[in-house]
């Protein structure tokens, strides 16, 4: 049986942001059908935060960067993408880009950086947001990750 390992500390930002704020939106969407006027518009609004909310809390443990079997699996908010171990290549870091920072239009991807592999077959860096992470973690957990991919890789050209 082969062991997953998750790489320390890789989705701990994301959850940190994301876990606080699906909870007030958990709690302002029963307030809202509890006490809140309840014509069409305004109760399915309401039920769309809270259904996207609990979302967020069930999926939020499985974010992260995890190494098994034979895939890399990165974990991201609404998306899981895999990468064969065969097929896994140079790991990187990138600015983070999305909706934490209106796309790095203030310019802390100085700062805020996501952890991803190059899938060799399709030539095609995967780092989803989800990833998220301060600079000096995403350096740390990229070399993580690259001494894990080396170590199971060279285990399965014995």
């Not at 876990?19 to 006490?35: E, H």
């Not at 069930?58 to 993408?81: A, D, N």
């Not at 995967?126 to 001494?147: C, F, H, Y």
Request: one cysteine or more; charged letters at 15%.
């Amino acid at each position: 049986m082969t062991r997953t390992r998750h790489i320390s500390g890789s989705g701990n930002l994301a959850r940190l942001v994301a876990i606080p704020v699906s909870v007030l939106f958990l709690a302002f969407s029963v307030t809202w059908l509890l006490v809140g006027e309840l014509n069409f518009p305004n109760a399915l609004l309401a039920v769309v935060f809270g259904v996207g909310s609990i979302v967020f809390l069930v999926r939020s443990p499985k974010w992260g960067i995890r190494v098994g079997g034979s895939q890399v699996t990165l974990s991201s908010w609404f998306r899981t993408f895999s990468v064969p171990i065969a097929s896994a290549g140079e790991c990187v870091t990138a600015p983070y880009s999305g909706l934490l920072n209106a796309g790095n239009i203030d310019g802390s991807g100085r700062w805020l950086k996501v952890v991803g592999v190059m899938n060799l077959t399709s030539a095609r860096i995967v780092a989803p947001r989800g990833t998220i992470t301060l600079a000096r973690s995403a350096e740390r957990q990229m070399n993580e990750l690259a001494e894990e991919l080396s170590r199971v890789q060279a285990s399965r050209a014995k």
